[in-house]
């Protein structure tokens, strides 16, 4: 029976008269949400610089790319998203460019969810679409494609059942996991994922992304305001992780550990271990368990790829850093595609001398992945 | 009375008979705090290894040096703290190092704290205190020390009104602040102090501390675990604070500000200014404040110390680098005279050519300060 149902029936009284008052009055509602039918609604109003980059939603809250993020010519002619199928990639990247073989890094975002488990099945879905099709056998007869398995760093010990489960695969080649984390990459916390690496001898590469999103930590010492801003700074998060990792004496604890530093840039590493080594020579009593000079540990146990890379106007610079940072044996080719800032292998370098060029765009590969 | 008291003078009911036998059942109290008469009551229980570290209270635990954070030999002969008598510093560092100028930068700490006037007040008190002895007429007749006037960059307003209250004073000839930060260096927060180091000509000094201390975020992208892991990544923290500056459009806004960046080490530079130059041919229609090349803005806007210097074991390497980074224009010697890491004018550098010596010995910082 409603309250004015009630008044009817019943002589009201004094106080039931007042009710029925405050009845009449209308209620104010102080929480009601409207929602545009789409983004175009509130676009209109945007000025022109904003109109094209406003995105709405959630989207866009971290560092959207201010145009597009992938090569505007890597849509598939069948349809599709950039980088989503296998035949086209084959075209337009590998057999355009001699690529004899591509190192798959599936971009899952499993790690920066409260739920763990969420991030855990996440992480295995792809596994799963990545086992079934890119290294499966129908479009991987030449085993041309290698992928890495991708892991939910943020919950390690499952993170090293999910290794396990994969590692028998052959074209599974590596783990791959986010620069984005709560801890830098050296602490023990991830010791059961470098247990797993270690024990089925698969690199575990590192690669850019959640940064400062859901559960991590700031992808700088600082939130970087724009795009271009945070791009360029995605190199701190890989020196302070190698920085990590070589202060922990993980390579000492876990001497089959390899890694591979992808898209955080490279050239970053020759003042950075100028810097580490240095310090080392004053402060090495802190950290006993490190056994020799950290930029000794980089051939036993590190390699960076190439892409994005830093490239000054003067050739000789850049040849000057190649051999500083021992190009020679830790550098390995990499292009990105097909995000927008794709190197080309026919012209990110300066010519290079043959046997550096080796080295680099194949040798150090095929020595580190066993290729 | 007592509820004692009270049970001996009347005939106890049932109900009182029940509250005095609870009585007499003891207390427990379930948060009581013992305190060691000294830290060393601790400190005998620890390992050896840990023993000379441990501190006690609330020190350490951010990053204190595991030895010593001083020059062993900078203790003044007439008592007090390293650093802390001018007339043993004139002795020790200056006439012994030929050095004619000494500009000071107080080590102030007071932009970590969540009370804004708190910060303040420290600040202004350093800044008395700096104008009363050291660039005072008794310790300074000859004006050999130039100070820096520290600000509390957590409150900016209050920040710009104390650059003003000192800016008239002939050997106030710089602004300085700290690296640890909650916003990085360009972020518009900042403006009041940036138009009050325009207003009075004063280049505002960047030096380490405080970085994930208090109200400040992280030192780097993660927690260093160790001090050397955090000495070595502060640089990140200017990495990071520049290419913010550079990006925001800074030295469009105010093109009378200059910048210096103080013991955030040096040679990190050159990578990421190649980066930065790179990204900002790409991605140049994001930020269409920034008129040039990122690069370009250096010679006119920042200046880098030299201490700590990452010194390889090549030096032409090394000096390949000095080139690269134009240490010719932006680099002035510093040698963080009585830390610990001091770096000896006479052996921090290889020997330099006679023209780039002057430049970073004495030259660069003329210009720069009007010396």
Redesign the interface.
Known sequence: MSVNEQTAVNEPSDASRAARKKVKHGIIDCDVHPIPKSMDQIRQYLPK?WKERFRGGGRGLFYGN??HGMRQDSLPPDGGPAGSDPGFMRKQLLEANNIKTAILIPRENSCQFPDLDYGNAIASAYNEWIADTWIGPDDNHDGIFKSSIVINHSDPASAAKEIDRWAGHKHFIQVTTD?G????M??RNFHPIFEACSRHHLPLALHPGL?GIGIN?????????????W???M???F???L??LL??GTFERFPDLRIVLVEG?S??L???M???????K???????WVKKMPSEYLRDHVRITSQ?L???NNDE?FM??LR?MDAEHLLMFSSDYPH??FDNPKSAFPKLPEKLYNRIFFENAEEFYGL
Chains 1, 2 share one sequence.
């Open positions: 610089f201010p145009s620069s984390a709560r801890f830098l050296g602490h940064d930590i700031l992808p700088s010492p600082g939130n970087p305001s724009h795009y271009i801003e791009h360029t700074c190199s701190l998060s020196q302070a992780h920085v990590s202060t922990e840039s050239t970053w020759v003042p950075l100028w810097r580490l080594d240095m310090e080392y004053a402060l090495r009593h802190e950290i006993p994005p830093e490239r000054p610079d000057d850093m500083m927008w800032d």
